[in-house]
């Protein structure tokens, strides 16, 4: 199949994939078009690499119309990249563009289901678009793939309170912490937003040296 080289066809791929309003068929061509890209996927190099620097580096200040110009210019082929695909989720989560939010990580978890950052921004997108339960059941499945990932059950705490299983929320909560002993995690105060990305990194060569405070951005979850 070749790739289709017309930025509408493959922007419609990436972002027009809503569970509940669009049907099979768009979901299976949106996921063909996915994997052909992730194929012929190619290394960050210039200029992609200092797109996603500079979409960093304005994110980072707080810049999300600039930060979004940046991230709108690297090249089709590497859209699904692991790195692009956390500035660009991290983008729209600022903005609270959730169905965006979504649509993204739908398809990285599809396209990249052994990474569990894909699951989890997934999961928390749900969550934040007050589906708790579509988030629990989809994050439930994850648990024994990725059991020394602290993430999955401290938010599968955080969705069990919202649904008011308080008990179940507990269970979970000690498993968070379980798994933190285990790897000798010294206790702090709790960043969601790195604890939900833990399991990628992403340079922030550009990253200025006082960033925005969290709570101007981000809606604190039930624990920390």
């Known amino acids: ?3 289709a080289a017309d930025a509408d066809v493959l922007g419609w791929a990436l972002v ?3 569970w509940r309003r669009a049907g099979f068929r768009k979901c299976a061509v949106g996921m063909v078009l996915a994997r052909q890209c992730v194929r012929h996927m190619r290394d960050l190099d210039y200029p992609d690499r200092h797109y996603l620097n500079a979409a960093v580096g304005w994110l980072e200040m707080g810049r999300l119309a600039e930060a979004k110009v940046e991230a709108d210019q690297i090249s089709w082929l590497n859209r699904v990249h692991p790195e692009v695909f956390q500035v660009r989720w991290r983008i729209y989560e600022r903005l609270g563009n959730w169905e965006a ?3 993204l990580a739908f398809l990285f978890a599809r396209v990249f289901p052994q990474r569990p950052t894909g699951w989890l921004c997934l999961t928390y ?3 934040m678009l007050k589906r708790p339960m579509e988030a629990f059941l989809i994050l439930l499945h994850q648990v024994e793939i990725f059991d020394n990932v ?4 401290y938010f599968l705490a955080c969705y069990c309170w919202d649904m008011g299983e308080l008990r179940e929320a507990g269970k979970w909560l000690t498993r968070f912490r379980a798994i933190g002993r285990r790897q000798k995690v010294k206790s702090a105060p709790l960043d969601h937003w790195q604890l939900l990305m833990s399991c990628e990194s992403v340079s922030l060569t550009s990253a200025p040296a006082t960033l925005p405070e969290p709570s101007a951005y981000r809606q604190p979850a039930p624990f920390g």
């Open 1 to 3: 199949m070749k790739i």
């Open 16 to 18: 027009g994939m809503r």
């Open 101 to 103: 939010a979504h649509d």
């Open 125 to 127: 997108s749900l969550y």
């Open 150 to 153: 602290r993430a999955i059950p």
